[in-house]
């Protein structure tokens, strides 16, 4: 294949990772400030993300921020580059669309009687100018934001069962429920239907709390907390989980791309 069919996917593959990305922010960004001020009970940390949560005594904590912090960004260097090189990569694509011609060989009869075969420039000069050259950097920068996606995508996946597992706990607690009516909530009921009940379950408000090594030195600070109207966070969380996972095959595709085209790129200038 030439470089005009693999840039041609390429543009195809970081415009579906741009619109991933997006979707995995959103999708991990909701959840985190629906629940951040209502699960944040900790005394003298910050325990507000929806995943790793913890049943307690008396409540059920979020854990650590920085896990949803770490998920809602890890995403970001995915669009950034993404939005470039897709443009990058289509501007080219047109640009060469109107010079390209596909392989294979034409005669063409010659006065004298003889039969000449021509064969067809194949590619755009366009498509082998020196700064197109670069793909080994560009492929060891994908491999950097694949396993940042992939690290993401393995922390929204873990944490999402380690809160449903340790509701369930609460959920046993909360519920009036005996023998066989446990056995359902542990072994029965999916983790969607779990954080189902927790949506409903969960007070919508907590009174204010001082906590130590906290500077309140605005007013607006000492309130109560709340969440807000319902959501389902179940179905957010797993579209997170469904479209991380995605992306992150996807910047696999995108690191064998560029690494071809750079293997095309040394052959034609070796002559290989």
């Avoid at 034409?106 to 100018?129: C, D, F, H, I, Y």
């Avoid at 907590?206 to 309130?223: K, T, V």
């Avoid at 179905?235 to 996972?245: D, E, G, P, V, Y």
Wanted: charged residues 20%.
């Amino acid at each position: 294949m030439s470089r005009y069919t693999y840039e041609s996917r390429l543009a195809v593959l970081y415009l579906a990772s741009t619109l991933l990305s997006i979707v995995t922010t959103v999708c991990a960004l909701v959840p985190y400030e629906h629940w951040r001020e209502i699960l944040d009970v900790c005394v003298d940390v910050r325990c507000n993300c929806m995943l790793y949560g913890s049943d307690t005594f008396n409540f059920f904590t979020g854990g650590s921020r920085i896990f949803c912090l770490f998920v809602v960004f890890a995403s970001a260097p995915a669009l950034v580059v993404g939005m470039v090189m897709a443009g990058y990569h289509g501007y080219r694509v047109c640009i060469s669309a109107r010079h390209h011609t596909p392989n294979g060989r034409k005669s063409k009869s010659l006065r004298n009687g003889e039969v000449a075969v021509v064969k067809p420039q194949n590619e755009n000069p366009e498509m082998t100018t020196p700064i197109c050259q670069c793909w080994t950097m560009v492929a060891l920068l994908g491999i950097t934001i694949g396993l940042l996606i992939l690290a993401a995508a393995i922390i929204l996946t873990d944490g999402y069962v380690k809160t449903c597992n340790e509701y369930r706990k609460t959920l046993v607690k909360t519920l009036p429920t005996t023998g066989l009516a446990t056995k359902v909530i542990y072994n029965r009921l999916s983790c969607s239907s779990i954080l189902d009940f927790m949506d409903y379950l969960e007070p919508t408000t907590r009174p204010f709390r001082r906590r130590e090594n906290f500077d309140y030195s605005r007013p607006y600070e000492e309130r109560d907390f709340t969440r807000g109207d319902f959501i389902n966070t179940a179905a957010s969380l797993l579209l997170a989980i469904f479209t991380s996972w995605i992306n992150c095959a996807l910047w696999g595709l995108i690191v064998i791309h560029n690494f071809v085209l750079a293997k095309l790129a040394r052959s034609r200038n070796t002559g290989i």
